[in-house]
Structures are given as C-alpha cells and as structure tokens.
C-alpha cells in the first residue's frame, strides 16, 4: 500500500473510530440508565434532530449563532493580530499589551458571561463575551508564531534597510502563515462553544443557546442532545475548512 494513501485510510479511520466509540459508550450507558428523561439513546437524538432540521426554527437559530461566531471571530482574529504585532514591533506597546491580556485572560470565563449578559442586549452580549475571551488566546499564540521567526533574518533586514512594510509581508507572513491558521481553526471551534453557552445563559431567542434553553427548561433531553450533536457538527466542520483554507494556501505561497 502507498504511503500517500495509507496516510489518507489512517486520517479517515481513527477519527471514525473514535467517533463509533463515543456513540458506543453514549447507548451503553443510555441503555443501562433506562430513563429518557435523564440520558436518551443516540437514535432518540438523531430522530429528534432529523425532525429539527426539517423546521425554520432550527436553521434560523443555526444562521444566527453561526453569523455571531463569525463575526465575533473576525473582531477577535484582528484584534489578536494586531496587538501582538505591536508586541512585536514596539517594547512600549508590549509593556502594555502584555499586563491587559494577562488580566483577561485570568478573569473567569463564567464571571465574564454573568456580568455582560447583564450589561449587555441578549444577542449583544454573547458576541462581546466571545471576543474578550477568545482576543488573548489568539494574542498569545500568534505573537509565538511571530517571536518563532528567526531573529537572525529581522536584523539583517535591518541592516539592510528593509522597510517594515516588506519585511511584514515578505518575511514575517510566510513564516507565520501555518501558525495564524492552525490557531484561527482552534480559536474558532473554542468561539462557536462560547457563542452558544453564552446564548444559552443569556437566553437569546432564534439562536442554538437559547434552544438548549427551552428544552431544559421543558426536560426535552432529546432536543437538548439533538442541539448539542448539531453544535458539535458545525463547530467540528468550521474547524475541518479552516485548515483546508489555511493548508490550500501555505501550499499557494
């Protein structure tokens, strides 16, 4: 067998795996429970978000949580970027940046929800919560993709008197480019997950969150497993074109 192909069979199958043995162990212990009403089995949920999926309910929710993550996402990504280029390129500005990201990166991801859900509107709310949690994280990581660069090659271009304009570009973005996707893929699913637990608290109407809500609020354990596997499936297939993109590119450059 090939390689090339082995390597592909390997990518397929142990995901697949792993994925049979979690449904395995979900039935075996719905089955032992015996109570809907606590643990449905897989099929109960998978009939139930069948039925989901065939209303407007469901895909409106899905658009809007989806829109949210997204946009929340962007203002994250930028702002992560931006302030570890700063970081990077200013000593005073890393003397700043680096306390504030600390600070919000050590406040309680539960206080931050509590407190700006009342601040905020319910479809406001999550969107902030997802961006003063998730802007460190992708701070961090992708100011250690930028110090990865060999510091060797900045100061030549120093010497050399390259423009910092060009050596971002030329230096810098080829160099990081791997790092800034394979840490957009993992903040993103990270920001979907926030999204709807910050829906689900704020009660966010036409969003995946607030149909956890009601269907706990009604004991709908079914409906709540059917939403939680349709999370799971958008979060994991964000992830899956993220770093196709991010790969289709690298490979591009």
Known sequence: ?????????GN??????????????????AYAKGVTLILPTPAQAFHE?????????????????????????????????AFALLSRFSEAADRLVRPLMAIVRAVPTMAI?????????RTLAPVVIAVIVICPTLYSAFLS???????????????????KRDMLLKLYVPNVAPALFEGAAGGFSLNIKLIIAAEALAS??????????NAKINLEMEKLFAVTVAAIVLSVLCEWIIRLIGRAIVRWK
């Open 204 to 213: 966010t109407r036409f969003s995946l969150g607030g149909l956890m809500q």
């Open 113 to 121: 929800i509590f407190i700006l859900v009342i601040w905020f509107s």
């Open 145 to 163: 993709a930028i110090l990865s660069v060999d510091p060797k090659l900045h100061e030549m271009s120093k010497v050399y008197g390259v423009k």
């Open 49 to 81: 978000l069948f039925a989901y999926v065939q209303t407007s309910v469901f895909w409106r929710a899905l658009a809007n949580s989806l829109w949210r993550s997204f946009y929340s996402f962007l203002i994250s990504f930028a702002l992560g970027l």
């Open 12 to 29: 397929i199958c142990y995901p697949l795996a792993v994925v049979l043995l979690i449904f395995g162990v979900w039935a075996a212990a």
């Open 1 to 9: 067998m090939k390689p090339k192909v082995k390597k592909i069979i």
